[in-house]
Nanobody, 127 residues
């Protein structure tokens, strides 16, 4: 029902910045809590950031807090992840996720709370 397409990944040097974008289609975008997760080689998928349906609430992992910012533009059905001060340990495939239709406010931090996933975009940070 919901299709998500990430873009904006690439290769950057440590200390650099990238902005990831997620374009959503299908469903009603404002019904979905949105999130970003990442998965590094040989590692479990981990939570990065999430944003509530209206954009009024956000949360992020301790590992990226102060460096990454999630935002959404409901008029454009877009979610963004601004990544600053990138570190080599940020290297991973980054996935956009939609939480499924809900009327609950707030955001989700667990992968099990998300019903739809994009294909991912590679972010590589060189040292």
């Amino acid at each position: 029902q919901v299709q998500l397409v990430e873009s904006g990944g690439g290769l950057v040097q440590a200390g650099g910045s990238l902005r990831l974008s997620c374009a959503a289609s299908g469903g009603t975008f404002t019904n979905y809590v949105m999130g970003w997760f990442r998965q590094a080689p040989a590692k479990e998928r981990e939570f990065v950031a999430s944003i509530s349906r209206s954009g009024g609430y956000t949360g992020s992992a301790d590992s990226v807090q102060g460096r990454f910012t999630i935002s959404r533009d409901n008029a454009k059905n877009m979610v963004y992840l601004q990544m600053n001060s990138l570190k080599p340990e940020d290297t991973a495939v980054y996935y956009c996720a939609a939480g499924g239709p809900t009327s609950v406010r707030g955001y989700y931090t667990r992968s099990d709370d998300y019903a739809y996933w994009g294909q991912g975009t590679q972010v590589t940070v060189s040292s």
